[in-house]
């Protein structure tokens, strides 16, 4: 493989493997005020156990992300360092933002929610769990923005030339809000909270199913499920909203999605199919005509710009972008089906007594996770071949010193060492979960 697709390969596992965390964490975080809020206006001490569990098991995966954040930026200067000159005024700010306004406060309370149940007072661990939850959020905005104006450049202008181009900031917050930044935090927002809650009801679900700790797993089951039903219904209209700011600000990578060649007439939407790039168009599929048209305009005969619009070597490898794009919108459709259905049989008063649903829940955690590792491959090999959207190639942004070897030798040792942190965590969560609920946290002593 030449050092373009290794440094590639190398930020793509690197980047999914951290991945797997801060959704997790963002959304337990909601979870964690819905359950923490709860005890305080009930005074029902279950609440109270389930909060100090979750927390546990919060700080666990807050570990994780933050060591396997930490090595993405150090590729940044290794392997993408004329990226990193580039795009350095943009992310600079970003990322010292997301340090100032997010991780600080995050960590600063994460040590009064992990510890502070006995030392501070009810209300004050409560305030210190919303600023854990706030953090996390905060963290995902600045992260997101800095991203988006990858998809989207706004607030800029380019001084100097060839390999001493940058992008130099001129309005901060038409950078911050560039055109499709506010969408894509509302689409990672929903995917975190679907992976919190997702996760929350496959544990519960597990112990209903080994008949342990039954009334802790019944509440927390129906909370997430609560969570999940509504985080599953808004990721539906975050991504319509998503995909309109698609068509009008990244029209090739719309195109890609739905492997739409035509320069310009209506398009079907693609239930599933095969994009033969060769021959410009997709076998083996099901298509509504007119339902991609009428979605993003309204009208079902609005033409819409096509893949043949572009020279060939401005367009994204579209059969990746078509099969991960439809896989994660059907594994959307799933689990708004699977929540829904579920607050439809707690109505029902079955919630609880179906074991082939308790098994789907077990296995649920996985589909979120799914989907937010799909849709992150669709948005970026969609935006290729720029790594700056009409601004700079990736091929332009690699380093010029570093060597095919270098990278193959540091991917190996990424592998290692991730799959010992994947290890390592799969173990300690797995004990977490076998030994459940403290019996001591329903009885804990706190200052008044």
């Known amino acids: 493989m030449d050092l373009l697709t290794l440094s590639r390969l190398q930020f793509a596992f690197t980047i999914g493997f951290h991945y797997l965390f801060p959704p997790l964490s963002i959304g337990l975080g909601l979870i964690l005020v819905i359950m923490e809020g709860m005890y305080l206006k009930t005074k029902n001490p279950l609440y109270q156990q389930m909060t100090r569990y979750w927390v546990r098991i919060f700080g666990l995966i807050f570990a994780l992300g933050v060591a396997t954040g930490i090595v993405m930026e150090f590729q940044f200067g290794t392997n ?5 000159r580039y795009v350095g005024d943009v992310f600079g700010s970003a990322l010292a933002a997301e340090g100032i306004f997010a991780f600080f406060l995050e960590s600063g309370f994460l040590a009064i929610l992990l510890f502070g149940w006995n030392r501070v007072s009810p209300l004050v661990h409560f305030l210190s ?20 104006w990858q998809q989207t450049p706004a607030g800029h202008h380019i001084v100097g030339e060839g390999l001493n181009a940058r992008a130099e900031i001129v309005d901060f917050w038409a950078m911050v809000f560039n055109p499709s930044s506010v969408d894509r935090v509302w689409h990672v927002y ?22 342990r ?9 129906k909370i997430a499920l609560v969570v999940a039903a509504a985080a599953s219904i808004l990721q539906l209209v975050s991504g319509h909203e998503s995909a309109v700011g698609v068509a009008k600000n990244q029209p090739a990578k719309l195109a890609a999605f739905e492997g739409h060649y035509e320069e310009s007439a209506p398009a079907p939407l693609y239930l599933f199919g095969w994009v033969s790039e060769r021959e410009e168009r997709v076998k083996f599929g099901v298509a509504i005509p007119g339902l991609l048209s009428w ?17 060939p070597e401005d367009r994204p490898p579209v059969n990746v972008v078509f099969q991960t794009y439809h896989a994660m919108v059907a594994i959307g459709f799933g689990l708004i089906a699977l929540s829904w259905g579920g607050l439809l049989l707690w109505w029902r008063k079955r919630l609880f007594d179906l074991r082939w649903l308790l098994w789907v829940f077990v296995f649920s955690v996985l589909g979120p996770q799914a989907a937010n590792q799909l849709g992150w491959i669709s948005a970026e090999v969609g935006r290729q071949p720029y790594i700056v ?3 700079l190639r990736t091929e332009d942004a690699l380093s010029k010193t570093v060597t095919p070897g270098e990278v193959i030798t540091s991917l190996i040792m990424f592998g290692l060492i991730y799959l010992l942190l994947f290890v390592l965590f799969i173990y300690l969560l797995n004990e977490k ?9 329903l009885t804990i002593r706190r200052r008044a």
Not at 80 to 84: E, K, N, R
Not at 190 to 211: C, D, E, I, P, T
Not at 213 to 221: D, I, Q, R, T, Y
Not at 433 to 441: A, F, K, S, T, V
Request: glycine share 8%.
């Open 80 to 84: 993408w360092s004329t990226y990193s």
């Open 129 to 148: 769990t919303i600023m854990v939850c706030l953090g996390a959020h905060f963290s995902a905005i600045w992260i997101v923005v800095a991203n988006s």
């Open 190 to 211: 929903m995917g975190a909270w679907q992976a919190g809650a997702f996760f929350v009801l496959s544990v519960a679900a597990f112990y209903l199913l080994r008949k």
């Open 213 to 221: 700790h039954a009334e802790f797993a019944k509440v927390s089951l």
């Open 295 to 311: 979605m993003i305009y309204g009208d079902a005969s609005a033409p819409v710009t096509g893949l043949r619009s572009f020279a």
């Open 389 to 391: 959207y009409n601004l």
């Open 433 to 441: 979960i076998q030994h459940g609920p403290l019996e001591d946290d």
